[in-house]
Protein backbone atom coordinates (compact mmCIF):
# COMPACT_ATOMS: atom_id res chain seq x y z
CA UNK A 1 0.00 0.00 0.00
CA UNK A 2 1.12 3.35 -0.83
CA UNK A 3 2.89 5.15 2.36
CA UNK A 4 0.85 7.93 2.01
CA UNK A 5 -2.89 5.57 2.48
CA UNK A 6 -1.17 3.07 5.13
CA UNK A 7 -0.70 6.48 7.19
CA UNK A 8 -4.50 7.06 6.25
CA UNK A 9 -5.76 3.94 7.39
CA UNK A 10 -3.71 4.53 10.49
CA UNK A 11 -6.44 7.60 11.09
CA UNK A 12 -9.80 5.84 9.87
CA UNK A 13 -8.37 3.39 12.33
CA UNK A 14 -8.34 5.18 15.15
CA UNK A 15 -11.78 6.96 14.45
CA UNK A 16 -13.36 3.39 14.19
CA UNK A 17 -11.95 2.68 17.30
CA UNK A 18 -14.03 5.44 19.23
CA UNK A 19 -17.02 3.82 17.34
CA UNK A 20 -17.50 6.62 14.54
CA UNK A 21 -17.39 5.70 10.71
CA UNK A 22 -14.48 6.83 8.37
CA UNK A 23 -13.37 6.33 4.85
CA UNK A 24 -11.56 7.83 2.47
CA UNK A 25 -13.25 9.34 -0.23
CA UNK A 26 -12.84 11.72 -3.56
CA UNK A 27 -10.12 12.42 -5.59
CA UNK A 28 -7.92 9.93 -3.25
CA UNK A 29 -10.26 7.30 -4.13
CA UNK A 30 -9.91 8.02 -7.76
CA UNK A 31 -6.66 8.23 -8.43
CA UNK A 32 -6.08 4.93 -6.47
CA UNK A 33 -8.49 3.33 -8.87
CA UNK A 34 -6.76 4.77 -11.91
CA UNK A 35 -3.46 4.35 -10.39
CA UNK A 36 -2.76 7.74 -10.61
CA UNK A 37 -0.31 9.26 -8.13
CA UNK A 38 -1.83 10.58 -5.02
CA UNK A 39 -0.86 13.68 -3.43
CA UNK A 40 -3.80 14.86 -0.97
CA UNK A 41 -6.56 12.42 1.25
CA UNK A 42 -9.21 13.09 2.07
CA UNK A 43 -11.26 11.03 4.80
CA UNK A 44 -15.35 11.33 5.38
CA UNK A 45 -16.59 11.16 8.84
CA UNK A 46 -19.70 10.72 10.88
CA UNK A 47 -17.79 12.08 13.50
CA UNK A 48 -18.23 15.82 14.55
CA UNK A 49 -14.65 17.75 13.68
CA UNK A 50 -15.29 18.66 17.47
CA UNK A 51 -14.47 15.51 18.31
CA UNK A 52 -11.82 14.91 16.14
CA UNK A 53 -9.84 17.64 16.93
CA UNK A 54 -10.18 16.00 21.10
CA UNK A 55 -9.22 12.60 19.66
CA UNK A 56 -5.83 13.46 17.21
CA UNK A 57 -3.00 15.15 19.00
CA UNK A 58 -2.27 17.48 16.08
CA UNK A 59 -5.28 18.86 13.75
CA UNK A 60 -4.96 22.18 11.96
CA UNK A 61 -9.06 23.83 12.36
CA UNK A 62 -8.43 25.15 8.57
CA UNK A 63 -12.18 25.29 7.46
CA UNK A 64 -13.59 24.46 10.98
CA UNK A 65 -16.54 26.00 10.34
CA UNK A 66 -17.70 24.11 7.36
CA UNK A 67 -17.11 20.58 9.19
CA UNK A 68 -13.64 20.22 7.90
CA UNK A 69 -10.13 19.77 10.00
CA UNK A 70 -6.79 18.79 8.87
CA UNK A 71 -5.36 15.80 10.75
CA UNK A 72 -1.77 15.78 11.05
CA UNK A 73 0.08 12.39 11.72
CA UNK A 74 3.55 11.03 10.56
CA UNK A 75 4.00 14.36 8.84
CA UNK A 76 1.48 13.69 6.51
CA UNK A 77 -1.77 15.64 6.50
CA UNK A 78 -5.28 14.63 5.97
CA UNK A 79 -8.31 16.63 5.43
CA UNK A 80 -10.77 15.41 7.66
CA UNK A 81 -14.32 15.97 6.97
CA UNK A 82 -17.63 15.42 8.84
CA UNK A 83 -20.74 13.78 6.24
CA UNK A 84 -21.78 16.30 4.40
CA UNK A 85 -25.19 17.86 4.66
CA UNK A 86 -27.25 17.99 8.27
CA UNK A 87 -23.89 17.89 10.30
CA UNK A 88 -26.13 16.66 13.21
CA UNK A 89 -24.72 13.14 13.36
CA UNK A 90 -28.13 12.03 11.42
CA UNK A 91 -26.16 12.04 8.12
CA UNK A 92 -24.68 8.84 6.24
CA UNK A 93 -22.10 8.17 4.21
CA UNK A 94 -24.40 7.32 1.21
CA UNK A 95 -25.78 11.18 1.70
CA UNK A 96 -22.38 12.68 1.71
CA UNK A 97 -21.50 11.22 -1.47
CA UNK A 98 -24.38 12.32 -3.19
CA UNK A 99 -23.48 15.76 -1.93
CA UNK A 100 -20.29 15.75 -4.43
CA UNK A 101 -19.69 17.10 -7.45
CA UNK A 102 -18.91 14.46 -10.31
CA UNK A 103 -19.58 10.52 -10.01
CA UNK A 104 -15.82 10.02 -10.66
CA UNK A 105 -15.50 11.90 -7.47
CA UNK A 106 -18.35 10.46 -5.16
CA UNK A 107 -17.05 7.15 -4.43
CA UNK A 108 -15.39 6.03 -0.67
CA UNK A 109 -13.01 3.18 0.34
CA UNK A 110 -12.31 1.56 3.38
CA UNK A 111 -9.00 1.15 5.82
CA UNK A 112 -8.95 -2.12 4.45
CA UNK A 113 -8.58 -0.37 0.30
CA UNK A 114 -12.02 -2.17 0.00
CA UNK A 115 -14.36 0.20 -2.37
CA UNK A 116 -18.17 1.45 -1.56
CA UNK A 117 -20.02 2.54 -4.27
CA UNK A 118 -23.41 2.75 -3.16
CA UNK A 119 -24.86 4.37 -6.49
CA UNK A 120 -22.15 1.92 -9.05
CA UNK A 121 -20.09 4.79 -10.02
CA UNK A 122 -16.93 3.33 -10.93
CA UNK A 123 -18.62 2.55 -14.39
CA UNK A 124 -18.37 6.10 -15.50
CA UNK A 125 -14.59 5.50 -14.05
CA UNK A 126 -14.07 2.70 -16.32
CA UNK A 127 -15.79 4.40 -19.38
CA UNK A 128 -13.62 7.35 -18.41
CA UNK A 129 -16.51 9.31 -18.17
CA UNK A 130 -17.12 12.96 -16.03
CA UNK A 131 -21.45 12.75 -14.76
CA UNK A 132 -22.56 15.27 -12.39
CA UNK A 133 -23.67 13.51 -9.64
CA UNK A 134 -27.75 13.69 -10.08
CA UNK A 135 -28.61 16.67 -12.10
CA UNK A 136 -26.30 18.84 -13.59
CA UNK A 137 -27.99 21.92 -13.84
CA UNK A 138 -28.60 21.87 -10.25
CA UNK A 139 -25.29 21.12 -9.10
CA UNK A 140 -23.90 23.82 -11.38
CA UNK A 141 -26.30 26.48 -10.02
CA UNK A 142 -24.95 25.31 -6.46
CA UNK A 143 -21.65 25.95 -7.07
CA UNK A 144 -20.46 27.06 -10.60
CA UNK A 145 -16.85 26.41 -9.79
CA UNK A 146 -17.52 22.55 -10.63
CA UNK A 147 -18.24 23.47 -14.84
CA UNK A 148 -14.22 24.51 -14.30
CA UNK A 149 -14.06 21.26 -12.57
CA UNK A 150 -15.35 19.39 -15.26
CA UNK A 151 -13.06 20.65 -18.30
CA UNK A 152 -9.88 20.44 -15.76
CA UNK A 153 -10.74 16.50 -14.97
CA UNK A 154 -11.25 16.12 -18.91
CA UNK A 155 -7.61 17.74 -18.89
CA UNK A 156 -5.88 15.76 -15.98
CA UNK A 157 -7.67 12.13 -16.69
CA UNK A 158 -8.44 12.44 -20.49
CA UNK A 159 -11.57 11.83 -19.61
CA UNK A 160 -15.01 12.91 -21.89
CA UNK A 161 -17.61 15.28 -20.57
CA UNK A 162 -20.79 12.62 -20.48
CA UNK A 163 -23.31 14.98 -22.92
CA UNK A 164 -25.99 15.80 -20.02
CA UNK A 165 -22.90 17.20 -18.07
CA UNK A 166 -21.78 18.87 -20.95
CA UNK A 167 -25.05 20.52 -21.79
CA UNK A 168 -25.63 21.20 -18.49
CA UNK A 169 -22.44 23.40 -18.44
CA UNK A 170 -23.68 25.20 -21.60
CA UNK A 171 -26.77 25.90 -19.99
CA UNK A 172 -25.20 27.69 -16.92
CA UNK A 173 -21.63 28.90 -18.24
CA UNK A 174 -23.10 32.66 -17.14
CA UNK A 175 -22.99 31.81 -13.66
CA UNK A 176 -19.23 31.24 -14.35
CA UNK A 177 -18.74 35.11 -13.58
CA UNK A 178 -19.93 34.51 -9.62
CA UNK A 179 -16.59 32.46 -8.74
CA UNK A 180 -13.67 34.07 -7.09
CA UNK A 181 -11.52 34.97 -9.57
CA UNK A 182 -8.08 33.63 -8.00
CA UNK A 183 -10.49 29.65 -7.63
CA UNK A 184 -11.19 29.97 -11.73
CA UNK A 185 -7.41 31.00 -12.32
CA UNK A 186 -5.80 28.10 -10.15
CA UNK A 187 -8.29 25.48 -12.43
CA UNK A 188 -7.13 26.98 -15.47
CA UNK A 189 -3.84 26.58 -14.46
CA UNK A 190 -4.47 23.14 -13.24
CA UNK A 191 -5.86 22.42 -16.67
CA UNK A 192 -3.36 23.84 -19.01
CA UNK A 193 -0.61 21.75 -17.00
CA UNK A 194 -2.57 18.96 -17.05
CA UNK A 195 -1.37 16.11 -20.18
CA UNK A 196 -4.08 16.56 -21.99
CA UNK A 197 -4.86 20.64 -22.17
CA UNK A 198 -5.89 20.04 -25.53
CA UNK A 199 -9.54 18.02 -24.34
CA UNK A 200 -9.68 20.83 -21.76
CA UNK A 201 -9.01 23.85 -23.31
CA UNK A 202 -11.83 22.29 -26.19
CA UNK A 203 -14.28 21.72 -23.53
CA UNK A 204 -14.08 25.42 -22.22
CA UNK A 205 -13.89 26.98 -25.84
CA UNK A 206 -17.14 24.50 -27.26
CA UNK A 207 -19.13 25.42 -24.00
CA UNK A 208 -18.97 29.22 -24.31
CA UNK A 209 -17.49 28.89 -20.76
CA UNK A 210 -14.21 31.08 -21.93
CA UNK A 211 -17.09 34.06 -22.38
CA UNK A 212 -17.37 34.31 -19.01
CA UNK A 213 -13.85 34.16 -17.22
CA UNK A 214 -13.00 37.53 -17.39
CA UNK A 215 -9.25 37.02 -17.81
CA UNK A 216 -10.11 34.35 -21.10
CA UNK A 217 -12.76 36.45 -22.46
CA UNK A 218 -12.07 37.45 -25.96
CA UNK A 219 -8.94 35.25 -25.93
CA UNK A 220 -10.78 32.35 -28.13
CA UNK A 221 -8.50 32.47 -30.53
CA UNK A 222 -5.41 32.36 -28.42
CA UNK A 223 -6.53 29.36 -26.42
CA UNK A 224 -7.13 27.35 -29.86
CA UNK A 225 -3.11 28.00 -30.90
CA UNK A 226 -2.25 27.18 -27.37
CA UNK A 227 -4.38 24.11 -27.80
CA UNK A 228 -2.45 23.02 -30.29
CA UNK A 229 1.07 23.78 -28.99
CA UNK A 230 3.65 21.25 -26.81
CA UNK A 231 3.14 23.07 -23.81
CA UNK A 232 4.29 20.47 -21.70
CA UNK A 233 7.58 21.37 -22.47
CA UNK A 234 6.65 24.59 -20.40
CA UNK A 235 8.32 23.58 -16.69
CA UNK A 236 6.80 26.36 -14.80
CA UNK A 237 3.62 28.39 -14.62
CA UNK A 238 5.11 31.85 -15.37
CA UNK A 239 5.75 30.43 -19.20
CA UNK A 240 2.67 28.94 -19.74
CA UNK A 241 1.67 32.64 -19.00
CA UNK A 242 3.66 33.90 -21.04
CA UNK A 243 3.12 31.72 -23.52
CA UNK A 244 -0.54 32.31 -23.49
CA UNK A 245 -0.23 36.22 -23.64
CA UNK A 246 2.38 36.23 -26.66
CA UNK A 247 -0.17 34.27 -28.52
CA UNK A 248 -2.95 36.82 -27.53
CA UNK A 249 -1.11 39.85 -28.09
CA UNK A 250 -4.45 41.72 -27.41
CA UNK A 251 -3.60 42.95 -24.23
CA UNK A 252 -2.47 46.18 -23.78
CA UNK A 253 -1.18 46.51 -20.01
CA UNK A 254 0.08 43.33 -19.06
CA UNK A 255 0.88 44.38 -15.62
CA UNK A 256 -2.69 45.93 -14.69
CA UNK A 257 -4.08 42.43 -16.35
CA UNK A 258 -1.60 39.84 -14.13
CA UNK A 259 -2.32 41.78 -11.00
CA UNK A 260 -6.07 41.51 -11.67
CA UNK A 261 -5.62 37.68 -11.57
CA UNK A 262 -4.35 38.53 -7.46
CA UNK A 263 -0.55 36.66 -8.65
CA UNK A 264 2.11 37.84 -6.36
CA UNK A 265 4.16 40.76 -7.32
CA UNK A 266 6.88 38.07 -8.30
CA UNK A 267 5.10 36.02 -10.61
CA UNK A 268 3.69 39.21 -12.44
CA UNK A 269 7.62 40.45 -12.39
CA UNK A 270 8.64 37.28 -13.69
CA UNK A 271 6.29 36.72 -16.57
CA UNK A 272 6.62 40.85 -17.93
CA UNK A 273 10.54 39.91 -17.70
CA UNK A 274 9.69 36.62 -19.87
CA UNK A 275 7.39 38.84 -22.60
CA UNK A 276 10.44 41.63 -22.49
CA UNK A 277 12.81 38.66 -23.18
CA UNK A 278 10.04 36.96 -26.22
CA UNK A 279 9.93 40.65 -27.44
CA UNK A 280 13.85 41.38 -27.09
CA UNK A 281 14.31 37.73 -28.75
CA UNK A 282 12.17 38.67 -31.81
CA UNK A 283 14.38 41.61 -32.99
CA UNK A 284 17.58 40.73 -32.60
CA UNK A 285 17.35 37.08 -31.82
CA UNK A 286 19.64 35.16 -29.30
CA UNK A 287 22.84 37.79 -28.39
CA UNK A 288 25.28 37.28 -25.65
CA UNK A 289 23.83 40.55 -24.17
CA UNK A 290 20.29 38.55 -24.29
CA UNK A 291 21.95 35.99 -22.40
CA UNK A 292 23.68 38.10 -19.76
CA UNK A 293 21.27 40.34 -19.33
CA UNK A 294 18.63 37.59 -18.60
CA UNK A 295 20.45 35.32 -17.30
CA UNK A 296 20.92 31.27 -17.34
CA UNK A 297 17.88 30.55 -15.62
CA UNK A 298 15.36 32.71 -17.46
CA UNK A 299 17.71 31.45 -20.79
CA UNK A 300 16.12 28.24 -20.32
CA UNK A 301 12.70 29.29 -19.88
CA UNK A 302 13.04 31.28 -23.04
CA UNK A 303 14.40 28.15 -25.02
CA UNK A 304 11.34 26.39 -23.59
CA UNK A 305 9.10 28.96 -24.85
CA UNK A 306 10.18 29.35 -28.24
CA UNK A 307 11.03 25.87 -29.19
CA UNK A 308 6.71 25.77 -27.64
CA UNK A 309 5.81 29.20 -29.68
CA UNK A 310 7.85 28.01 -33.12
CA UNK A 311 8.91 24.17 -33.75
CA UNK A 312 9.11 25.13 -36.80
CA UNK A 313 12.13 27.63 -36.51
CA UNK A 314 15.32 26.47 -35.90
CA UNK A 315 16.48 28.49 -33.06
CA UNK A 316 19.19 27.51 -30.23
CA UNK A 317 16.65 26.17 -27.57
CA UNK A 318 18.11 22.83 -26.05
CA UNK A 319 19.37 23.27 -22.52
CA UNK A 320 22.65 21.93 -23.65
CA UNK A 321 23.56 24.63 -26.35
CA UNK A 322 21.99 27.42 -23.62
CA UNK A 323 24.04 26.40 -20.94
CA UNK A 324 27.20 26.26 -22.81
CA UNK A 325 26.25 29.81 -24.36
CA UNK A 326 26.22 30.99 -21.15
CA UNK A 327 29.28 29.20 -19.87
CA UNK A 328 31.36 30.93 -22.58
CA UNK A 329 30.12 34.64 -22.34
CA UNK A 330 32.73 37.04 -21.89
CA UNK A 331 31.42 38.04 -18.44
CA UNK A 332 28.48 36.61 -16.43
CA UNK A 333 28.09 39.71 -14.41
CA UNK A 334 29.60 43.04 -13.45
CA UNK A 335 31.59 42.18 -10.86
CA UNK A 336 33.59 39.89 -13.53
CA UNK A 337 34.29 43.00 -15.50
CA UNK A 338 38.32 43.78 -15.12
CA UNK A 339 37.48 47.68 -14.65
CA UNK A 340 35.75 49.48 -11.80
CA UNK A 341 35.16 53.22 -10.68
CA UNK A 342 38.60 53.22 -8.80
CA UNK A 343 40.47 52.33 -11.72
CA UNK A 344 38.53 54.78 -14.35
CA UNK A 345 39.18 57.77 -11.99
CA UNK A 346 42.77 56.59 -12.09
CA UNK A 347 42.77 56.39 -16.03
CA UNK A 348 40.51 59.46 -16.72
CA UNK A 349 42.23 61.94 -14.08
CA UNK A 350 39.04 63.42 -12.89
CA UNK A 351 36.54 63.03 -9.96
CA UNK A 352 33.78 60.30 -9.21
CA UNK A 353 30.55 61.08 -10.53
CA UNK A 354 27.42 59.48 -12.33
CA UNK A 355 30.30 59.21 -15.71
CA UNK A 356 31.73 56.16 -13.95
CA UNK A 357 28.64 54.06 -14.41
CA UNK A 358 27.67 55.32 -17.60
CA UNK A 359 31.46 54.21 -18.90
CA UNK A 360 30.73 51.16 -17.25
CA UNK A 361 27.87 50.43 -19.18
CA UNK A 362 29.31 51.28 -22.76
CA UNK A 363 32.33 48.79 -21.96
CA UNK A 364 30.17 46.03 -20.48
CA UNK A 365 28.23 45.95 -23.89
CA UNK A 366 31.61 45.98 -25.80
CA UNK A 367 33.10 42.87 -24.25
CA UNK A 368 29.63 41.32 -24.53
CA UNK A 369 29.53 42.19 -28.44
CA UNK A 370 33.91 41.17 -28.04
CA UNK A 371 34.38 44.80 -29.23
CA UNK A 372 36.77 44.71 -26.66
CA UNK A 373 38.43 42.07 -24.34
CA UNK A 374 37.95 41.84 -20.88
CA UNK A 375 41.78 43.54 -20.17
CA UNK A 376 41.86 46.48 -17.89
CA UNK A 377 44.35 48.16 -20.55
CA UNK A 378 42.73 47.19 -23.16
CA UNK A 379 39.15 48.45 -22.06
CA UNK A 380 41.08 52.10 -21.03
CA UNK A 381 42.59 52.16 -24.11
CA UNK A 382 39.28 51.55 -25.94
CA UNK A 383 37.24 54.03 -23.83
CA UNK A 384 40.40 56.46 -24.27
CA UNK A 385 39.42 56.33 -27.83
CA UNK A 386 35.90 56.44 -28.29
CA UNK A 387 36.26 59.44 -26.47
CA UNK A 388 38.44 61.36 -29.04
CA UNK A 389 35.82 59.61 -31.76
CA UNK A 390 33.14 60.97 -29.84
CA UNK A 391 34.58 64.04 -28.54
CA UNK A 392 31.73 67.09 -28.74
CA UNK A 393 28.05 66.62 -28.40
CA UNK A 394 28.29 62.60 -29.00
CA UNK A 395 26.01 60.51 -27.33
CA UNK A 396 28.89 58.47 -26.45
CA UNK A 397 31.28 61.75 -25.73
CA UNK A 398 28.25 62.35 -22.94
CA UNK A 399 28.91 59.91 -21.06
CA UNK A 400 31.92 61.33 -20.11
CA UNK A 401 30.22 64.49 -18.96
CA UNK A 402 30.21 65.17 -15.12
P1 LIG B 1 -7.39 17.24 -6.88
O1 LIG B 1 -7.05 17.06 -5.45
O2 LIG B 1 -6.61 16.38 -7.81
O3 LIG B 1 -7.39 18.68 -7.27
P2 LIG B 1 -9.95 16.33 -6.05
O4 LIG B 1 -11.12 15.72 -6.76
O5 LIG B 1 -9.33 15.52 -4.99
O6 LIG B 1 -8.88 16.76 -7.13
P3 LIG B 1 -10.33 18.27 -4.01
O7 LIG B 1 -10.50 19.74 -4.14
O8 LIG B 1 -9.14 17.73 -3.31
O9 LIG B 1 -10.43 17.70 -5.47
O10 LIG B 1 -11.64 17.74 -3.31
C1 LIG B 1 -11.76 16.44 -2.77
C2 LIG B 1 -13.16 15.90 -3.03
O11 LIG B 1 -14.14 16.79 -2.49
C3 LIG B 1 -13.54 15.80 -4.50
O12 LIG B 1 -13.06 14.62 -5.08
C4 LIG B 1 -15.05 15.85 -4.43
O13 LIG B 1 -15.60 14.63 -4.02
C5 LIG B 1 -15.27 16.87 -3.34
N1 LIG B 1 -15.34 18.23 -3.88
C6 LIG B 1 -14.36 19.11 -4.04
N2 LIG B 1 -14.77 20.27 -4.56
C7 LIG B 1 -16.09 20.12 -4.73
C8 LIG B 1 -17.13 20.96 -5.22
N3 LIG B 1 -16.85 22.19 -5.66
N4 LIG B 1 -18.38 20.45 -5.21
C9 LIG B 1 -18.67 19.23 -4.76
N5 LIG B 1 -17.75 18.39 -4.31
C10 LIG B 1 -16.48 18.82 -4.28
MG1 LIG C 1 -7.81 16.11 -3.74
Not at 145 to 151: F, G, I, K, Q
Request: proline share 2%; net charge neutral.
Amino acid sequence: MEPLFLIGSKVIHKIKQQGDEAYFVGGAVRDFLLQRPVHDIDITTSAPVERIEELFEVTIPLGKEHGTIIVRLEEQSFEVTTYRSVSDGRSTLAEDLQKRDFTINAMAMNEKMELIDPYNFYNDLENRLIRAVENGVERFVEDPLRMLRACRFSSQLNFEIEKETFDAITKCRGLTERTAIERAVTEFEKLVKARTFSRGLHYMLSSGLTQHISFLKGKEKALEDLAAMKLEILLSLEEVWAAFLYVDQTEQDLISYLKALKKSKQFVHQVVRLQEALNTYRNNGWTNGLIYKIGLENSLKLGRLLYTLHPEENHVHTEQSLMKWHNNLPIKSRRDLNLNGQLLVQAFQKEQGAWIERLLVKVEKAVLAQKVANNTREMIAWLMKERDINDEGQAFGDAFRK
